[in-house]
Every structure is written in structure tokens, then in C-alpha cells.
Nanobody, 115 residues
Framework: VQLVESGGGLVQSGGSLRLSCAAS????????MSWYRQAPGKEREWVAD????????NYADSVKGRFTISRDNVKNTVYLQMNSLKPEDTAVYYC?????????WGQGTQVTVSS
């Protein structure tokens, strides 16, 4: 199992970014895929999930209405579309899945939102 995030960068407040999480070793539509983030000096926090069954999504209150998680089964990739970004969204964003009780994380991608 391998997860590789990309798409981070520097953006102004109010801007948008789309993060990608390319998966290998399994297919993303058979797993719950999640995005987390960790800001400097803070604990890692959950951002969003997309479930294997039916593609149901859940979001943290802090991002609801601004972020959208989705997946492309052909590309075996999960995305996080982030709109109306705020400085408090600045963090390293990680992709995560759990397979057979083992948690797998990507290496993370830095998102910096300037005010």
C-alpha cells in the first residue's frame, strides 16, 4: 500500500487548491479514504472521509461547505478540492487509509494560505 499526495502550494486567502492522493497496492473504491492536516505546533486533525460503499462523504465543521473530497476510480486517486481558503487552513495535508487494521499515511503536502 502506498499513498502519494501532491498539489499543495502557496495561495492567497480566498483562493483554491486541489490536492491529489495517488494510491497503489489497492483500489480506492474498496476503502475508506481520508484527508487529515497538521498545522505547526498542533495535533493532526481529521478533515474529510469518502466511504467505499456509495461514496458517502463526511467533513469536519471547519471545512464544511468549502472543501470537497472525491475519487477517480480509473486513476485510483482521491482528491480534496479546497475553495475559499483561509490562513487557518495552512497545514501539511495527509492522505490516509486503513487496510486489514493497519493505518497507512502518505508523506504529506504543504498548503500555505497567505492573508
Amino acid at each position: 500500500v502506498q499513498l502519494v499526495e501532491s498539489g499543495g502550494g502557496l495561495v492567497q486567502s480566498g483562493g483554491s487548491l486541489r490536492l491529489s492522493c495517488a494510491a497503489s497496492g489497492f483500489t480506492v473504491n474498496t476503502a475508506v479514504m481520508s484527508w487529515y492536516r497538521q498545522a505547526p505546533g498542533k495535533e493532526r486533525e481529521w478533515v474529510a472521509d469518502i466511504f467505499n460503499s456509495g461514496g458517502t462523504t463526511n467533513y469536519a465543521d471547519s471545512v464544511k461547505g468549502r472543501f470537497t473530497i472525491s475519487r477517480d476510480n480509473v486513476k485510483n486517486t482521491v482528491y480534496l478540492q479546497m475553495n475559499s481558503l483561509k490562513p487557518e487552513d495552512t497545514a501539511v495535508y495527509y492522505c490516509r487509509t486503513i487496510r486489514s487494521g493497519v493505518s497507512y499515511w502518505g508523506q504529506g503536502t504543504q498548503v500555505t494560505v497567505s492573508s
